[in-house]
């Protein structure tokens, strides 16, 4: 039973990533069914980290369809009539990234080192970190995302072989081969738009 609902997540972030490298918005459905089968998966297989994304998951899907849909910005709270557009991410925004991904990093290794079981709170928490930001930046149509996927993706196929998930493994391994495809495709739809 347990592998056959990590056949169903995989095959479902199969789905997603084919249509995030589309940008097609409709990546947000299944950007809402995803998490909800890998809460349960994370949980059982010990990564509370993980786990705790996928509620993120969850709630920056619904903010992802928003920004995609009406161009709306939790930071300027107004909706605009057109789509979002893709776009490089603003050199003002990165510092500000970068400091959130070290901030959610460290207090995620704390909390687990302190109160879970987990034997690999470090780089689950790191790898959480990222995706905490990955998924900021997918929302909000940042070309660079798909860089900051990779280096998730290929820590986190590691990280889930070691934990024997190896379909999951797997998913994660064709994230990162897809991730850089999605990028260089990103950056010429941005430039054809331009």
Request: glycine share 4%; aromatic share 20%.
């Amino acid at each position: 039973m347990e592998q056959a609902i990590e056949i169903l997540g995989t095959t479902v972030g199969i789905i997603y990533l084919w249509l995030e490298y589309r940008a097609s918005i409709y990546l947000w459905i299944a950007g809402i069914i995803m998490p909800s089968i890998y809460i349960y998966i994370y949980y059982n297989a010990g990564l509370y980290a993980d786990f705790g994304i996928n509620i993120y998951y969850l709630i920056i899907a619904l903010y992802g369809w928003l920004a995609w849909k009406y161009n709306f910005s939790i930071f300027n709270k107004r909706e605009k009539s057109e789509p979002l557009p893709i776009t490089h991410t603003p050199s003002q925004r990165w510092l500000p990234l970068i400091m959130l991904s070290a901030a959610v990093w460290l207090l995620i290794a704390f909390l687990l080192n302190n109160f879970t079981d987990s034997n690999v709170a470090w780089w689950d928490s790191f790898t959480t970190a990222l995706s905490i930001v990955g998924m900021y930046m997918l929302a909000r149509k940042y070309a660079e995302q798909w860089l900051v996927w990779i280096v998730v993706d290929i820590i986190s196929s590691g990280l889930y072989i070691y934990k024997e998930l190896y379909f999951t493994a797997a998913l994660y391994a064709i994230y990162a081969i897809i991730a850089i495809f999605g990028y260089r495709k990103w950056i010429r739809i941005m430039q054809e738009k331009q």
